[in-house]
């Protein structure tokens, strides 16, 4: 059975940084391209980042891009995401999701499995 389990989640001052973890356990981890997402109340999921496992390349969304880092390291089977200079529009549950696949990485329909989420609230 395959599980995702995110972490690092807090309530966090306007400016400040975060690191998420994500532990996957019931696939072979370095084969799985691995993203996160967030979804905020009365707002759909959004894509936040991601991370092939063929080459290792990363996507952002642009909301993101130069404050976030996504990495992984296959040997603790764990995907994380670097949070700085965060805003109070970042306030959202993120989750962690893997795929098969290696492109095509914005797209949530293209995800096997699904973590349940970490809170993040950032305070103005």
């Known amino acids: 059975q395959v599980h995702l389990l995110e972490s690092g989640g807090r309530l966090v001052q306007t400016g400040g940084s975060l690191r998420l973890s994500c532990t996957v356990s019931g696939l072979r981890f370095r084969l799985y391209s691995m993203a996160w997402f967030r979804r905020t109340q009365g707002n759909g999921r959004e894509f936040v980042a991601g991370?092939?496992?063929?080459?290792?390349?990363?996507k952002y969304s642009d909301s993101v891009k130069g404050r976030f880092t996504i990495s992984r390291d296959n040997e603790k089977n764990t995907v994380f995401l670097q949070m700085d200079s965060l805003k109070p529009e970042d306030t959202a549950l993120y989750s962690c999701?893997?795929?098969?696949?290696?492109?095509?990485?914005?797209?949530?329909?293209?995800?096997?499995?699904w973590g349940q989420g970490t809170q993040v609230t950032v305070s103005p």
């Open positions: 999701a893997s795929t098969g696949r290696y492109n095509d990485l914005p797209s949530a329909h293209i995800y096997d499995y």
């Open positions: 991370i092939s496992y063929r080459d290792g390349s990363r």
